[in-house]
């Protein structure tokens, strides 16, 4: 199905792995983002910002949730607009004030996120001003319990962030950690039906137009996990691997294994979930697993191919 075309003004800056998408509103009288991708690739997200906006600052920047890839470029951001004002999704936000780089799962996962700042959080339940249009706030547990997706109602257009991907949607954290929310997921899924959107822009991919078809694929990706939680797990962890390997892109096995052995949420899994086998040896197989699916090669060295 071809993709509604988005109103003028609105601009999808489609980004690679590591960040996730931004979105650049400026067909109002303030300019407004919707998340900034991940720190390694701030230098680029300046300059897709300035290639849009030009001498015009960048007013409002706006996180459907504080993952390392949607705010990593959030501190450079505040760097080049020094008056532009930061809205986060509320869970988090003493964590940030504090900066708490645990508590926000940076450190735990072996991820980096500049200290930011924030002026406001995101009220789901609210309206807000996206350019010359008004979007809804909309709660969206799962992925992350704190998470946003945002809806504009004339258009039926749904920034999803990670609750819903062309593919499926993104690795449910809380179950890693012993709490249960694929229920979450559920609930989240059956939301956004309810909202039924016409166009759909992810926060990882193209953007996409909304079928039935895209929830059930969803809908069986979640009802895989529930049937069996280790295979969600096993995705996770890989995914964390895989994370990290397109940010070094090359690295010794050695090195890359020992980074990986002293990473909490390693630990945790490994802990939690495969506790009767070593980790060295669990590590070493989730890499060869990759290593299989075309993720990397191994040759005495990993090298990612992203």
Known sequence: MSVPPLPAGVHVFERGWLSANSILFT??????MVDSGYCTHAAQTLSL?????????????????????????????????????????????????????????????????????FDKTLQPGTRLQFGSSMWEVHAAAGHDPHSLVFFEPRNRILISADALWENGFGVVFPELEGESAFSEVAATLDMIERLAPTTVIPGHGRVFAYTPEVL????????????NPLRHVQHAAKVLLKFKLLEVQRQPFDDFSKWALATPYFVLIQQRFFADMPAPAWIAQLCDELVKAGAAERDGIYICNA
């Open 27 to 32: 067909d109002g009288d303030q300019s407004l």
């Open 49 to 117: 910002v300035e290639s849009v906006l030009e001498s015009r600052p960048l007013d409002i920047l706006v996180n459907t949730h504080l993952h390392s890839d949607h705010c990593g470029g959030n501190a450079a951001l505040q760097g080049r607009y020094p008056a532009m004002q930061t809205l986060i999704p509320p869970g988090q936000a003493a964590h940030v004030a504090d900066w708490d780089p645990v508590a926000l799962t940076y450190s735990p996962t072996g991820q980096f996120c500049p200290r930011f700042s």
């Open 216 to 227: 059930a694929t969803a809908r069986q990706r979640l009802n895989a996990f529930v049937k």
